[in-house]
Nanobody, 116 residues
């Protein structure tokens, strides 16, 4: 089973920042579109951002401008910098390695809680 190892979640006050990291095996990192999804309580999992081999990125419309996805090829790691966090950003954030709908991998998830 592929291991995507996430880190960086936690609790923060509204307006604060967090940076998530996801380490992937090199063979997965180099052949997948890497990204982040999130799932809030009682809601469906949704795409947050993806980053492509040319370093282009796509974001959920509601998040663009506050969240930034990036990657470090040498470390087989992607990051999600989250700024100006809001209570509605509270969710479990999952790292995803996408090749096809039937060939993708998920991390175990990391909890992000935004609360005063």
């Amino acid at each position: 089973q592929v291991q995507l190892v996430e880190s960086g979640g936690g609790s923060v006050q509204p307006g604060g920042s967090l940076r998530l990291s996801c380490l992937a095996p090199e063979t997965i990192f180099s052949t997948s579109v890497m990204g982040w999804h999130r799932q809030a309580p009682g809601k469906q999992r949704e795409l947050v951002a993806q980053i492509f081999s040319n370093d282009g990125a796509v974001y959920a419309k509601s998040l663009k401008g506050r969240f930034t996805i990036s990657r470090d090829i040498a470390k087989n790691t992607i990051y999600l910098q989250m700024n100006s966090l809001k209570p509605e950003d509270t969710a479990i954030y999952y790292c995803n390695a996408f090749r096809t709908k039937l060939a993708q991998d998920w991390g175990q998830g990391t909890q992000v809680t935004v609360s005063s």
